[in-house]
Structure formats: structure tokens, C-alpha cells
């Protein structure tokens, strides 16, 4: 076999290789590179800043799985649940996203949503399926945060929520409590939202939020008092009962009103203002009698009954109401005496503005307590013994002379006596007098007169029982005797002609004589059946002898 000639075979031809060519092999993980990467960058635009928030305890918290909620819209989650370094807090790190990164400013406020029963009700139900959520109310603030102290409790008024907030000035909290509702003509309208005390003015202030539409309810003229628990009260005015609802039973509650004559064209309250909380309705709701007047009456007699609360009025019209009741020593006179303290509207008595009466309050008292006007104690109810202070003028004697000092800081209102209290001094010495009458003795005499009547009844022999059945028989026999005759009367009477009137008339006259003898016989055998001792002791004088047949 012949071997080709090497120089029949083609030149080869050479063909420099470009290193740069990717084979196919490498675009399915170049493309997931690629892939990863756009999901990381689209990851880092969409992530939110990461937040850390203290709680007092982890309950409810899980990493991982609980969300962060705004308006039910999840705007985040928990992706780690820690101790702090002093290990009296906990720390949950929250990944928000992006959409929420405004709301990491410092005036949001986040809480933990879960179950909770309180005196505003019932809240967190939902989270009994699906599990607790932290809950967002969104701040205002310029001021980026990272770091918060979440709320134990959810607030009671949220940012932006339909409503108004007011301040109500009291001197007590009551039964009331974050939460408690406030009604409406006993429809609830709001709630309380918060309390703290003003040391500054000893009080407290209480702020309630009206829930729209509800707040242009609320006007410059309204008056709100505490509505808590049931009000019973058995006053000079009797038995009062007055309640809102069960709610405000359990757990206390506020009501308000326009003050009567209000228009209803009355501006409404501006956001924040400031109204004074009364004890009750009655306090609340009373006509505007500008700044109370305070004085003092002093009584001698016995106060009891007379507690403070208790009105001061004129002519059953209520003027003022007894602030204190207290006991002072008058030297002068080595005695006790109660020293009266009440607040007076000298408005209410509706003689300001006339001639000759003086716009000043102070003036005006002392020229009425110059014309006469005193102070008495009297009794309201006559069932309970309170006691009421009336003002008046007294008609039936000129009182001394007094005065109204209206430099003093308290005045003092001349007072008179009761008359209850003048009656005092009388039924004592009627007392004392009745208390010196031997009783003892006198029932030991009517006690022996008794035994000696009863002895002689019993000393009746058997010939006076006999005497007494003889003259019973007597008098039947004479009975049916007088009645023989008053039938033969009738009987005349019968065949008696009209001609003979005047023996018509005589015969009449016998026969009413008959009826009348038969009657007084029947009268006294009765009363010798009921009295046989008469027949030897006589009829007293004050048992006379009474015809039983006769018309009463």
C-alpha cells in the first residue's frame, strides 16, 4: 500500500482561540446571580428601618411570627425577642417596612393587642384566633426614632381620632377610672381618658373625650357631674333615687347637660375647655347664682339633725346649702354652742335690681338683717329628724336688734330660737310634774275597789236570785198583759167612724202610752239580767238605763 506524500495532504490551518467566549453552560447561574441580586436590592428598597421597643414582659411576642399592626394593616414584624442588659425589660426588634418608615418618629406610641377586660369593656377579642399584634398609633413628629417604650395598655384616645378632649375640675375622683363612660340623656357619648391631680390648686383634673358627632353637644353652658353608682339620698326633700346605667353602677360614669335655657344656638366648647365636675344633678343643672356667700349662725339648742348638705331656704325656697357643723366653747357664758356654716345666694332671693336695694351681696344682707331677717332651725321630716335652716322675717314679735358685719371675712346671721326649742323648757315641767303623781297608790285603790265590788256580786244569797227570777216573771206577765191591751185598742181604733175624731185621739194617746210602758218594762228586765246587783245596791248614776230598741 502506498503511503500518501505528505505534501499531497491541506496545510492546517490555525486558529487563535478568544478566551473571553462564555460557553452556554455559564447563563443559567449567571441569570440566577442576576436574579438574586434584583431580589436583594428589591428586598433592601422595600425593608423599612429596623425599631426596638421595651415591654415589661414578652406575652404575646413571638419572632418571627407576630406582626406589627396599623388600622389591622401589617406594617411590619418581630424578628427578635431579647432581655435587656439589666434584665427588667424586654426587647422586641421589629423590622418595619418601607411604607412605614415615617411612623418610626418619636411620638408613636406601640402596645401589645391581646385579650383585656377593663371598665371600658371588653377589647382584643380577634387575637384569641389569630394571636397577639403590636398596635401602632402613628406620631407626628419630625424627629426620627429608633428606640421606644411601648404602653401597657392601648390608649383611650388615638391621633386623629373624630372627637374633642375637656378638663373637668373636681375635688375627688370618686368611683371613676380610665375608662368610665359619659352619658348623654343616658346615652353614652364618651369616656374618661385620663385623671392626674394639680398640686398647685389641690384639685383634680380629670379629662373626658366626647366621640364625634357627639362633641357639638358640648357647650360653653353645659354642666357635668358625677353620675357613679346609684344616687339614694332621704333628705328634707324625701327619698330621691337616680341612676344612669348598670355600667356606671359597676364602674362609675360622668353625665352633663345644658344648663336650662340654653339656647340651641349656643356655640359649642372649643377643644381643651375647662368646666367645674359637681357632686350630683341637682348641683349641676341649678340656676347660675354667681359666687357664693359665706356665713355663720351660732344656736344655742340641739343641732342634731342638722348635717351639711342640708338646704337653707325661704319659704320652701332653696337659697344656699349648710357647708359644716361645728361645736365652739363661749367663754362669756361657760356653755356650748354650734357654730353654723353656709353658703348663701343672695341672688335667688330675685330682689336684686329693685329701688333702694343694693347691687353689692354683702350690702344686701345687711340691709335685710336690719329689717329683721334671722335664721331658725326646723324640722324637714318629721320621719328621718333632719333638720333644715329657714330664713324669715318673725310677725308675731319685734326681734332685738341686730347687725350684719360685712367687713368680716365669714358674717354672722342673727338666729332665733325654734319654737320646738321654746316648747322645751314647758314639757319638762310637765314631766316633772306628772313624775311627782303616786301612780302606785292610785292603782292600789282601784285595785281594792275592784276586790270589794266583786266580793259583794258574790255575797248575792239564793233568796235574791229567786226574788230576782219573781220579778222577771212579773214583769213578762205585765208584757203580755199590755200587749192584750194595745190589741184591743187597735181593735177599738178599728170601729172607731170618722165622727169620732176626739175619741180616736184619746184612744191613740192610750195606746202610745201602752207601747211606751211596754218598752220600759223590756228596758228594765234587760238591765236586771246584765246588772242583778242593782236590785240591792240601787243603778249607779252613770249607767243610765238605755233603750236597746231604740234608734241610735
Known amino acids: 500500500m502506498d503511503t500518501p506524500d505528505s505534501s499531497d495532504l491541506p496545510a492546517p490551518q490555525v486558529e487563535a482561540r478568544n478566551r473571553l467566549r462564555l460557553s452556554l453552560v455559564w447563563l443559567v447561574p449567571l441569570l440566577a446571580v442576576l436574579l438574586g441580586l434584583g431580589l436583594v436590592v428589591r428586598n433592601w428598597l422595600q425593608t423599612g428601618p429596623d425599631i426596638v421597643i421595651e415591654f415589661r414582659t414578652a406575652e404575646g411576642l413571638e419572632a418571627g411570627k407576630t406582626e406589627v399592626r396599623y388600622k389591622e394593616v401589617a406594617i411590619g414584624k418581630v424578628s427578635r425577642v431579647a432581655l435587656s442588659p439589666d434584665r ?20 408613636t406610641r406601640f402596645w401589645v393587642v391581646r385579650p383585656r377586660v377593663g371598665t371600658g369593656g371588653v377589647s382584643g377579642l380577634s387575637t384569641l384566633l389569630s394571636g397577639a399584634y403590636i398596635g401602632v398609633d402613628a406620631g407626628v413628629s419630625p424627629e426620627a426614632q429608633k428606640h421606644f417604650v411601648g404602653l401597657e395598655v392601648p390608649p383611650f384616645v388615638l391621633r386623629n381620632e373624630p372627637g374633642r378632649s375637656f378638663v373637668l375640675t373636681a375635688g375627688d375622683l370618686g368611683s371613676l377610672d380610665i375608662g368610665s363612660p359619659v352619658y348623654y340623656r343616658r346615652i353614652r357619648v364618651g369616656r374618661v381618658v385620663g385623671f392626674a391631680l394639680d398640686p398647685s390648686l389641690d384639685m383634680l383634673s380629670v379629662q ?9 353637644l358640648v357647650t360653653a353652658q353645659s354642666r357635668f357631674w358625677n353620675a357613679s353608682g346609684v344616687d339614694l339620698s332621704l333628705g328634707a326633700n324625701g327619698l330621691k333615687l337616680n341612676t344612669q ?24 366648647a372649643a377643644e381643651g375647655t375647662r368646666f367645674t365636675l359637681f357632686a350630683d344633678r341637682d348641683s349641676a343643672l341649678a340656676p347660675p347664682d354667681g359666687p357664693p356667700l359665706t356665713v355663720r349662725m351660732v344656736f344655742t339648742q340641739n343641732t342634731r339633725g342638722l348635717a351639711p348638705g342640708a338646704p337653707v331656704d325661704v319659704l320652701g325656697v332653696e337659697v344656699g346649702r349648710i357647708t359644716a357643723v361645728n361645736l365652739r366653747h363661749d367663754s362669756g357664758r361657760e356653755r356650748f354652742a354650734a357654730e353654723v356654716l353656709a353658703e348663701l345666694y343672695p341672688r335667688r332671693l330675685g330682689i336684686r335690681g329693685q329701688p333702694g336695694v343694693p347691687d353689692d351681696d354683702r350690702q344686701l344682707m345687711k340691709l335685710l338683717v336690719e329689717r329683721g331677717l334671722r335664721a331658725q332651725m326646723r324640722t324637714a321630716n318629721l ?21 350684719f358685719d360685712t367687713t368680716a371675712d365669714t358674717p354672722t346671721m342673727p338666729t332665733m330660737p325654734s319654737q320646738f326649742g321654746a316648747l322645751q323648757p314647758q314639757l319638762m315641767q310637765i314631766v316633772k310634774r306628772l313624775s311627782e303623781v303616786r301612780f302606785d297608790q292610785i292603782g292600789q285603790g282601784v285595785q281594792q275597789t275592784l276586790h270589794s265590788a266583786n266580793a259583794a256580786i258574790e255575797q248575792l244569797t239564793p233568796e235574791a236570785q229567786r226574788a230576782l227570777a219573781d220579778v222577771r216573771k212579773t214583769l213578762q206577765q205585765a208584757e203580755r198583759t199590755l200587749g192584750s191591751a194595745e190589741k184591743s ?6 170601729n172607731i167612724t ?25 228596758v228594765l228586765s234587760d238591765y236586771l239580767q246584765r246588772h242583778p246587783e242593782a236590785l240591792l245596791r240601787g243603778k249607779p248614776e252613770d249607767l243610765p238605763l238605755k233603750d236597746p230598741y231604740s234608734k241610735p
Do not use: W
Request: no cysteine; aromatic share 4%; net charge neutral.
Open 245 to 268: 346605667s348598670l355600667a356606671s353602677v359597676v364602674s362609675g360614669g360622668l353625665a352633663f347637660a345644658n344648663a336650662p335655657g340654653t339656647p340651641a344656638s349656643a356655640p359649642q
Open 489 to 494: 185598742l187597735q181593735q177599738l181604733d178599728r
Open 88 to 107: 427588667q425589660r424586654v426587647l422586641a426588634t421589629v423590622q418595619l417596612d418601607k411604607s412605614a418608615e415615617n411612623m418610626a418618629v418619636k411620638d
Open 208 to 216: 373626658v373625650f366626647i366621640e364625634a358627632p357627639n362633641e357639638k
Open 498 to 522: 170618722a165622727d169620732d175624731a176626739p175619741l180616736q185621739r184619746n184612744a191613740q194617746q192610750t195606746m202610745d202610752e201602752l207601747q211606751r210602758a211596754a218598752r220600759a218594762l223590756r
Open 383 to 403: 320621719f328621718t329628724g333632719q333638720m333644715t335652716v329657714a330664713l324669715y322675717f318673725p310677725s308675731n314679735e319685734k326681734p332685738a336688734s341686730a347687725s
